[in-house]
């Protein structure tokens, strides 16, 4: 349980970007668009590789701060 941290800010704040990019890499699989337009929308049409390394580096981060 080293890097899942449920009740720490920052692992959240590091998991919700690599939820969202796992959503919209898997679009072809559950074909909700508009979820996925809402959540380019939201973040300026970044890809989805670069919020799932995002949100991947921030919770290896948070799992190396003691």
Do not use: C, E
Not at 22 to 48: E, F
């Amino acid at each position: 349980m080293k890097y899942v941290k449920t009740k720490s800010l920052t692992w959240w704040a590091s998991f919700v970007p690599l939820f969202l990019g796992l959503l919209v890499a898997s679009l072809p699989l559950h074909g909700w668009q508009q979820g996925v337009d809402t959540i380019n929308g939201l973040t300026g049409g970044v890809s989805a590789s670069v919020m799932i390394n995002a949100g991947l580096f921030g919770i290896g981060l948070r799992g190396a701060v003691k």
